[in-house]
């Protein structure tokens, strides 16, 4: 699980350095000014913190709440509708024979793992828009907006997972 984790901060700092490298590119017109820094970027600073800030802040805060209090929800109904299936335990008995490393709750502990992640970045966004997001500067832009990247990361890996789920509880009903 924490692999999973690094290659998703690794994944969404590559993915905000690429966009600042093009952003240098294209808004500074490295062809004739071949310098690493312009006004244009610096601009960004104060765009990201007169129109952004507040509403990354408002939406990372609702949804890190929303998240905690459905988190108990979703695993709780999933342990009940799909790891608790007889379908379910069969295909697990199955497959525990060629691989002693499975354990019967393996998914739905990864599932919890992975929604305390997101909900933990959620609130981590949201405080950093209002901690370092108040400064003006560029740089605090860019890490602000970084934040809001990793948290959307993790929640949309979260719900590849539960996707996963429901499809196996699906699969087991038919």
Known sequence: MIK??????????????????????????????K???CYGVAEFGEFYSKNIRG???????A???FLLSLKTFIIVNMKENVYDNEQYRENWRGQKKHDDTLELYGPLKELSDLLYYAIIASFFTAILQMTLGLYGHWFTAIICSWSALLSVMLIIDSLRIIKRNLDSWFDSIK
């Open 63 to 65: 949804l890190g709440g």
């Open 4 to 33: 999973r984790i690094v290659v998703i901060v690794i994944s969404s700092i590559m993915i905000a350095a690429a966009f600042y490298a093009l952003a240098i590119f294209f808004i500074c017109d490295q062809m004739h000014n």
């Open 35 to 37: 310098k690493i820094f």
């Open 55 to 61: 509403h990354l802040f408002a939406g990372f805060l």
